[in-house]
């Protein structure tokens, strides 16, 4: 999996995530994904080489609701192309996540089978 260490955005900074975003007006959920890796990594993908591979619904600063898709296929060498939001970037296998992983994003990693939904900080244990 390629993930971004976080830098200079004041949200996770020195934590590794996966690229990602927000869905702008009149995008789908996969046009986001192929738009945000885009711009993040500089990774060409298209809609119809994604899969949908689960949800996560958080409590954090607001409420939020990720959408996590996995690329059967994508083209181009990964590179950072945000300098101003990631000072890192890396290829790491599901048993190799690095510690400083952001927490939500390391819970949707472990989850199995797909698709899956996880509710995260919602309760005082969770």
């Known amino acids: 999996m390629?993930?971004?260490?976080?830098?200079?955005t004041g949200f996770f900074d020195g934590l590794y995530s996966l690229p990602g975003g927000h869905v702008e007006p009149g995008e789908s959920l996969l046009?986001?994904?192929v738009r945000?890796?885009?711009?993040?990594?500089?990774?060409?993908?298209?809609?119809?080489?994604l899969?949908?591979?689960?949800?996560v619904h958080r409590r954090s600063d607001t409420n939020r609701v990720d959408f996590f898709v996995r690329a059967?296929?994508?083209?181009?060498?990964?590179?950072?192309?945000?300098?101003?939001?990631c000072d890192g970037l890396g290829w790491f296998g599901r048993d190799g996540l690095p510690a400083a992983?952001?927490?939500?994003?390391?819970?949707?990693?472990?989850?199995?089978?797909a698709p899956?939904?996880?509710e995260l900080g919602w309760q005082d244990d969770a």
């Open 36 to 49: 945000e890796m885009s711009e993040e990594t500089g990774l060409c993908l298209h809609a119809d080489a």
């Open 51 to 55: 899969e949908y591979v689960g949800v």
């Open 31 to 33: 046009e986001a994904a």
């Open 101 to 113: 992983t952001v927490p939500y994003i390391r819970a949707a990693l472990d989850a199995r089978p």
């Open 116 to 118: 899956w939904v996880l």
């Open 2 to 8: 390629l993930l971004l260490r976080r830098a200079g």
């Open 72 to 85: 059967k296929r994508f083209t181009g060498e990964p590179q950072i192309r945000e300098p101003d939001k």
